[in-house]
């Protein structure tokens, strides 16, 4: 990076060096400009809250951003000193956290229910407390689909009730019925990936159970990794189901998520899931365009048995484009694709794994029917729940899922748009994990997705992973608990009927569990040499 001719003139005036653009500039050059000491924590911060102010707060009015911290500033003032190294690799950059992780800070942690709002947490997360030693200025909460999407039925991608709804930066104007927009931000960490795509923070955490953070970087040109559950502690984390619940970065490059990973992945007694993490000394080493070389990439799909070739066979015009240059990229660059069908995919969800909820969402076209929902995730949320509010959170007189149903009925005119069937139906299970059903439901999530499903698959092919069109395969991979990692494939438009603006779709490398450090490679290989990600065009440059 070209050093600036008036390096301390820039910090003074709180601005970012002309050539590190925001907007683009991965958080590995962030990095190394704050090692140079070619820009400040402070200078950084300010910029990225004036990139909100304009972006976020007026002109497109992403909405990506629930809330900012009020130590920032402070916290990055103190860190001006300081720059990154191998003990504080993360020393002066902003990062956003997805609006469920708690802080022990001024700022509350919501999941986005108005029955949260003000809510306080008693410590910081696990990844917080990870994020702070390594020098980390947290930036601010991110916003989300309340309560990570398990509140209601079709409740839109990146709406709450507290923060409103997120926008795709890709096509910030098109809205839908109800004023839903038409290309969708993507999953529950919407806002972490929106802030990152659009330039409004260097880096952002989100979480997942099914498809939460891969899908959004798939629609806002992202770089994630799903992490094999367990090895990112999930202590103070809001959560959905523990079986499946992970935290990942949000990045604009591999690289960036790899560092990331090197900073989240630790042991974590609060977390008995992380007793049996194995992880590499360092995520980016051997990060190069050869790992691709000879590696046995699966392509789920099999024209000979069109039934059963549920994730390639019926990709619209557009996807398959895309897919079909990915997967000549990777054939360029030395990979010998495998194409066969995974063969449990048909009854992935069954049998015995799944629940009637009925519908009562008053803006679906499909209220007052039964809608199919996880057996797991119903009974794990309640469980899970009720013990983060009694553990967990603070500055609240929410105590338990039936005071949260019990709030939202009394403030239905805003807190119910979408409604709570499905917290409804969480609230009707005993909360304590026992029933036959829940037992049986895991067990046969397990046999399908992971004996049966990508432990089969892998071995009979003999692969290093299995490639997936944007986030299609996330239940798979959820459900065995395996990893996978996003990188941007090219763009794709359209919505249903209605045209759109151009915007991203990505490519999932997954794998066995604990192979990050392999997928990681596999994505930096095919991310070198298509070069596919764009930043949304239009947004305001700072």
Known sequence: MKKPARRAGAAVRG?????????????????????GGQVTATALTKAYLARIAACDRAGPALNAVRA?????????????????SARRPLAGVPILLKDNIATSDQQPTTAGSLALDGARARRDATVVKLLRKAGAVILGKANLTEFANMLAIEMPAGYSSLGGQVKNPYAPALMGDHDIPLVSPGGSSAGSAVAVAAGLSAASIGTETSGSLLYPASMNGLVTVKPTVGLISRAGIVPIAHSQDTAG??????????MLLNVLAAQDPRDPATERQKRPADYTAGLSRDAMRGARIGVPSDPTDPLNDRYYGKLQPGWAKVMTDAIKVLEDLGAVIVRANIPTRGWLGGPGTGMAVLNRNPLSSNKGNPTGSPIVFLYELKHGLNLYLKDWATNTDIKTMADVIAFNAAHAQTALRFGQDLFLAADLTRGDLSEREYKSARAM??????TRGMDAYMNQHKLDAVLFPGSSGCVISAKAGYPSVMVPAGFISGAGDKETPDYPLGITFAGRAWSEHKLLRLAYAYEQASNMRKPPPGLPAL
């Open 445 to 450: 999530d397990l046999l399908a997705a992971r």
């Open 68 to 84: 900012l911290n009020p130590d920032a500033l402070t916290i990055a003032g103190k860190l001006d000193g300081i720059r990154p």
């Open 15 to 35: 601005a970012a060096p002309p050539e590190l653009r925001l907007e683009h500039a991965p958080m590995s050059d962030i990095i190394d400009a704050l090692a």
């Open 249 to 258: 970065p949000m990045t604009r490059t591999v690289r960036d998520a790899a």
